[in-house]
């Protein structure tokens, strides 16, 4: 059964600083790998989609890496803004079509 | 940008009494999920629909809970008799493979059930 997890649970880092976030999962078989942005009472809005044939995809100022084969996953925020603020969780999909598998989420507090 | 509409975004019941959340996929989308997300919790798979039936279900998607889609556009689902621990934010997803490959799942606001 795939497992994922994020680590730190939370994270607190002054304006401007970058952001590096973990999720790792236990079955390395993915069909692909997305990153998703949650605030707080919110729905799921998707940041990144990453097929399990890349090793990394970007966005502005947001790179997710993937390495497949030690079952890991990271997204960089560079120059962090407040407006970051927010949980960013990770989520795996086995196979097309299958369901989503999420991780717990990292939260996130960029201060002024 | 097209997206999935979910209604109500807040709905309080009674415990035992039952509820539809409502959900318009993206229109040209042929996978439907529900996921919900109890508070402080990981978001969990409930169930998925594909060509008119349902393609897989989780163990908390037992016979209490049922999903339909009555026409083009709606995918609801059901919970006949909620109880206290059904209450979480629900949400509802869609998704089409393109070119033979995965796309991204769509992810509509959520509804928050509150069960009293």
């Known amino acids: 059964k795939q497992e994922v997890t994020q680590i730190p649970a939370a994270l607190s880092v002054p304006e401007g600083e970058n952001l590096v976030l973990n999720c790792s999962f236990t079955d390395s078989a993915i069909y692909n790998l997305q990153w998703f942005r949650q605030d707080p009472g919110k729905g799921l809005t998707s940041l990144l989609l990453i097929q399990s044939s890349q090793r990394e995809q970007t966005s502005g100022r947001l790179n997710a890496s993937l390495d497949k084969s030690s079952g890991r996953s990271t997204l960089y925020i560079a120059a962090s803004q407040p407006g970051d603020s927010a949980t960013y969780l990770c989520a795996v999909i086995q196979a097309a079509g299958n369901k989503l598998t999420f991780g717990g989420g990292t939260r996130v507090l960029v201060k002024p | 940008e097209p997206e999935v509409t979910q209604t109500p975004s807040h709905q309080v019941t009674q415990m035992g009494q039952e509820v539809i959340l409502r959900c318009v996929p993206i229109?040209?989308?042929?996978?439907f999920y529900w996921y919900r997300q109890i508070l402080g919790q990981k978001v969990e798979f409930l169930v998925s629909f594909y060509n008119n039936e349902i393609s897989e279900k989780s163990e908390i998607f037992d016979d209490q809970f049922s999903v339909e889609r009555p026409d083009g556009s709606n995918f609801t689902l059901k919970i006949r008799s909620t109880k206290l621990e059904d209450s979480a934010m629900y949400f509802c997803?869609?998704?089409?493979?393109?070119?033979?490959?995965?796309?991204?799942?769509?992810f509509g606001a959520g509804t928050r059930l509150s069960v009293l």
């Open positions: 997803a869609s998704f089409v493979i393109r070119g033979g490959r995965s796309g991204i799942q769509y």
């Open positions: 229109s040209n989308h042929l996978y």
